[in-house]
């Protein structure tokens, strides 16, 4: 329990860490909304017995032209044939552009699951909150990137990914 506890409050840290990192504040700037990019994630997947879903909005502003921080929902739903999830939660993103091309992202995301699956005939069903915390690097043309990030507190027995490498293709407008 008290394992579990520190490393919420690590989470915790390194999250609250990037984001007073990225804080700059401009007494002639714009109004906040002009930074403010909106974007996500739509997905579907199938094959001749599994339908995957996602449906995944979010926001960032735009402190300077290197850093962006912001905020993401997140809904998911698997049906298969001897197992159906819905997953719902939240996300925190950072992203970094060392150079227009190059973007460097943290994305810590905190997932409600909630699975059933049948096993030799007898029916299970598990409820539970699921932590991701995304570490990635992408190609960037104009508003879409496109690239590769990786969970590391991935745990293959309660993650909904099927591998701590997930590619991407993010857009913000």
């Not at 997905?43 to 017995?49: S, V």
């Not at 962006?68 to 992203?95: C, K, M, P, Q």
């Not at 992202?105 to 059933?116: H, I, K, P």
Request: glycine share 8%; net charge negative; charged share 15%.
């Amino acid at each position: 329990m008290k394992l579990i506890l520190i490393h919420k409050i690590k989470i915790s840290v390194l999250v609250l860490s990037i984001f007073l990192s990225l804080q700059e504040c401009y007494a002639q700037d714009n109004n906040f909304w002009s930074k403010v990019r909106i974007g996500g994630n739509i997905g579907i997947g199938f094959t001749d017995d599994t339908f995957n879903g996602i449906l995944a909005p979010s926001a960032v502003y735009d402190f300077n032209n290197q850093f962006s921080a912001g905020f993401g929902l997140n809904f998911g739903y698997t049906d298969s044939r001897n197992f159906t999830a819905t997953n719902y939660g939240a996300s925190l993103i950072t992203l970094y552009n060392p150079f227009p091309e190059l973007q460097l992202s943290a994305e810590f995301e905190q997932m409600g699951v909630s699975r059933n699956f049948e096993i030799d005939g007898e029916d299970f069903s598990d409820n539970y909150w699921y932590p991701a915390l995304f570490i990635g690097a992408g190609y960037r043309i104009g508003f879409v990137s496109v690239g590769l990030r990786y969970d590391v507190l991935y745990d293959e027995n309660k993650s909904i990914y099927a591998s701590a490498y997930a590619p991407f293709v993010r857009v913000f407008f």
